[in-house]
Nanobody, 111 residues
Framework: QVQVVESGGGLVQPGGSLRLSCVVS????????MAWYREAPGKQREWVAS???????YYTGSVDGRFTASRDNAANAVYLQMNKLNVSDTATYFC?????WGQGTQVIVSS
């Protein structure tokens, strides 16, 4: 059984940083590409970033240069370092193997 658990969300001021974590069990993150999505209030869930099985990250345009996806094979976890956060980044962030999803972690960017 695959389990995906996100953490690290919180309240941060504009311009601040957060690091989201996603710990996976039941499947190797190294063999499975992982992705981050987010869902803002009243909006559809959107793709934010991916890290493929080779460890190469990809980003949607609005976060490219500000967010960094990474992977720790030993911890079987992926991370999303988010810098220069702005109000439009406010959302619940989800981690997924593509077929299994976590419960999400909420990020609120507000002054």
């Amino acid at each position: 059984q695959v389990q995906v658990v996100e953490s690290g969300g919180g309240l941060v001021q504009p311009g601040g940083s957060l690091r989201l974590s996603c710990v996976v069990s039941g499947i190797s993150v190294r063999s499975s590409g992982m992705a981050w999505y987010r869902e803002a209030p009243g909006k559809q869930r959107e793709w934010v970033a991916s890290i493929n099985k080779f460890g190469i990250p990809y980003y949607t345009g609005s976060v490219d240069g500000r967010f960094t996806a990474s992977r720790d094979n030993a911890a079987n976890a992926v991370y999303l370092q988010m810098n220069k956060l702005n109000v439009s980044d406010t959302a619940t962030y989800f981690c997924t193997t593509g077929s299994d999803w976590g419960q999400g972690t909420q990020v609120i960017v507000s002054s």
